[in-house]
């Protein structure tokens, strides 16, 4: 009985301690943030163009979020702890999504990465990064 008790415990503490990460993680991405983007596209393993975009995002803690570039744009945002993603769909271009994965989750520093193929060999891929402090 008593190591029931000791399992039931520590799976609440394990529960309680990943969940308080997500919230942490999660809250670190609400607000108002200067992107610095960088696109890369590649042709066979070769760099065919490199594009250097600066513009702001903002994300809302209710799941919405704004793009501050010169096309404004209103989007949608989900987090993902395991292994750690952003989503975001556009809601207003015809449902664009977009998928991220977080490399650095600070209070005031984000760096997300997007690798994806433009060919269906594999062969041609374009890699966006955005580094992003917050305003």
Known sequence: MKYI???ITIALFISCSQEDNFSEKRN?????WEVD????GF???KLEYAI???YGLTFNSDGT???DTNEDHDFNWKYHLKPEKIFYEFVDVGGDNFEYDIIVNEPAKQIWVRKFH???DGKD???HTFTMTKN
């Open 5 to 7: 008790l000791l399992i």
């Open 28 to 32: 670190n991405i609400i607000g108002v």
């Open 37 to 40: 983007a960088f696109a890369q």
């Open 43 to 45: 042709k066979n393993d």
């Open 52 to 54: 250097h975009v600066p």
């Open 65 to 67: 979020g704004f793009e």
């Open 118 to 120: 433009v060919s269906n």
């Open 125 to 127: 891929y374009s890699i």
